[in-house]
């Protein structure tokens, strides 16, 4: 089992520019997330699905859109890159059910927006 | 709203001697609490959970955690430090009791532990 995946590891965007960030997972979970992660501010939920063709917002939303068409993958969206939005964004998946299951997280993709 | 609070950014011990990394959190309903750990440039790692019962939970790596609900507290702890236990140490908390669904985690803002030889 490979886990959690996110796809690229690293990128550089130019502001104004476009990327798609791809999470996939092999657990067969029904709940992903996307966080991102900056200094001293610990994890910060962006959105997150309950199940494939369903996703909502978090704490931090704005500038990020998201899609889940299959139950593998979750996709995050910049669609006009602020250096704002530089940051570790991680994905995380867990079973459905109640509040007692740990979420798996993925290795993570660094974005610098310049 | 749910928060976590770990009031200490960094904590320095001596490889053998015993950690404790703090939290605190605040909830409505009874707590789901977590820990998990992030070594540099990779994701975070699950590493105990509490749910319900027994207020000392053991987990991976020999760290184990003390729920305190008076104190609403859930520090982490391991009799004899590592140098291999250096790390980024995260509390998280989640609550059957929550807007909107998901059983979505807040965590806190993370505690770098750093182990001397």
């Known amino acids: 089992n490979a886990g959690v995946t996110q796809t690229p590891k690293f990128r550089v965007l130019k502001t104004g520019q476009s990327m798609t960030l791809l999470c996939a997972q092999d657990m067969n979970h029904e709940y992903m997330y996307w966080y991102r992660q900056d200094p001293g501010m610990g994890l910060r939920l962006i959105h997150y699905s309950v199940g494939e063709g369903t996703t909502a917002k978090g704490e931090v939303p704005d500038g990020y859109n998201v899609s889940r068409l299959k139950k593998q993958n979750f996709l995050l969206g910049l669609e006009s890159a602020a250096p704002s939005q530089t940051s570790v964004y991680f994905c995380?998946?867990?079973?459905?059910?109640?509040?007692?299951?740990?979420?798996?997280f993925g290795p993570g993709t660094r974005l610098t927006v310049l | 709203a749910q928060s976590v609070a770990q009031p200490e950014d960094q904590v320095n011990v001596a490889e053998g001697n015993p950690l404790t990394v703090k939290c605190t959190y605040s909830?409505?309903?009874?707590?789901?609490l977590f820990w998990y750990v992030q070594y540099p440039n990779r994701g975070l790692q699950f590493l105990l959970k509490?749910?319900?019962?027994?207020?000392l939970v053991k987990g991976s790596y020999g760290f184990e955690a003390e729920f305190n609900k008076s104190q609403t507290s859930f520090h982490l702890k391991k009799p004899s430090a590592l140098v291999s236990d250096s790390a980024l140490y995260f509390c998280?908390?989640?609550?059957?009791?929550?807007?909107?669904?998901?059983?979505?985690?807040?965590f806190g803002t993370g505690t770098q532990l750093k182990v001397e030889l």
């Open positions: 509490y749910i319900t019962g027994d207020n």
């Open positions: 909830v409505s309903g009874n707590p789901y």
């Open positions: 998280a908390v989640s609550s059957p009791i929550l807007t909107g669904g998901g059983n979505k985690l807040t």
């Open positions: 995380a998946s867990r079973p459905s059910g109640g509040p007692g299951y740990e979420q798996f």
